[in-house]
């Protein structure tokens, strides 16, 4: 099993980007998945959620209206684009895979390795 997570860099406030997880070696389409943070210091806390079929999506209040979770099943990834980026959005992001709807981190199964965001003032 497998989560690849990419797009990280550093960007100014206000700014954009796309993180993508590449899943392998489980059925993509049959998990939830779901994106977390963690800031220096700070404990992991749930940004977004996407269901089977992304009927059911879930956002942080820190997040809503500012970032969009989607999925593509044919392509076993998901996607995290962020806009209106905040120097507090500053954190290591991380994918994960699960079975069931959750904000809860110990409800996934498969996690990725993370990549680093950094918001400039």
């Known amino acids: 099993v497998q989560l690849q997570a990419s797009g990280g860099g550093l960007v100014q406030a206000g700014g954009s980007l796309r993180l993508s997880c590449a899943a392998s070696?489980?059925?993509?389409?049959?998990?939830?998945m779901g994106w977390f943070r963690q800031a220096p210091g700070k404990e992991r806390e749930f940004v977004a959620a996407i269901s089977w079929t992304s009927r059911t999506i879930d956002y942080a209040d820190s997040v809503k209206g500012r970032f969009t979770i989607s999925r593509d099943n044919a392509k076993n990834t998901v996607y995290l684009q962020m806009n209106s980026l905040k120097p507090e959005d500053t954190a290591v992001f991380y994918c994960?895979?699960?079975?069931?709807?959750?904000?809860?981190?110990?409800?996934?199964?498969?996690w990725g390795q993370g990549t680093l965001v950094t918001v400039s003032s």
């Open positions: 070696g489980f059925t993509f389409s049959r998990y939830f």
């Open positions: 994960a895979a699960g079975g069931a709807p959750s904000r809860r981190p110990v409800a996934y199964d498969y």
